[in-house]
């Protein structure tokens, strides 16, 4: 089955370039493609996605707004930012909106199709300066329990190097290559931590080990 994709972004030439790119690949289908988000949920509700492409800049409404306005009717749907702008502001704004993982422009070409397929696995795709300032604003967050009081979720050892190479902002194929594991095994990995710390996000995953030092 077609993992369904749509894309929202003002741009025509980079609408069509991502059309391309995603039409190269057999398991995915062009669901939609559209060049503002004033009738999103009408459109999310006609072209029925999974993964729905955002540029922040959009015209009468941002791309943050239109992803908590779709987020809020549609829950399932993940979203990955695509932007210019890798200002805290507007990362965390996304973030805090529901986006799922977060792609700057110029990494389109060689991460976009990694990045779907991140996002559908339940990985939270992000450029690696963007993660950098997902973890430093992490680090900013004050501790909410004693060492004594660090909650017991029977993570195994591995699990723990996992999340902890997660927090330093590895990504999955430099996990993989670090701990002499293949990516599979890392995905499979993650998901086992998703589901031992009840979240459904890599934002979720580093702020949860950060506020209760789990690692």
Known sequence: MSLRIAIFD???????????????VPEFEVAGSF????DCIEDIRECKPDIVLMDIEM????????V???????????????????????VFDSICAGASGYLLK????????????ELQYGGSPMSPSIARKVFNRMQQIPQLFKPEEV?????????????????????????????SISYETVRSHVK??????????????????MKERIV
């Open 10 to 24: 003002d741009n025509k030439n980079i609408r069509d370039s991502i059309t391309m790119l995603l039409q190269t």
């Open 35 to 38: 060049s503002n988000v004033l």
């Open 59 to 66: 015209p009468g409404m941002t791309g943050i707004e239109a």
């Open 68 to 90: 908590r306005t779709i987020k809020k009717e549609f829950p399932q749907v993940l979203i990955l930012m695509q932007t210019v702008f890798e200002d805290d502001d507007r």
């Open 106 to 117: 110029n990494f389109l070409n060689t991460k976009l199709v990694e990045s779907i397929n």
């Open 151 to 179: 909650p017991d979720y029977n993570l195994t050892p591995r699990e723990k190097e996992v999340l902890s190479c997660i927090v330093d902002g590895l990504s999955y194929k430099m996990i993989a290559d670090k701990l």
């Open 192 to 209: 086992k931590i998703y589901e031992k710390l009840h979240v459904a996000s890599l934002t979720e995953v580093v702020s949860k080990a």
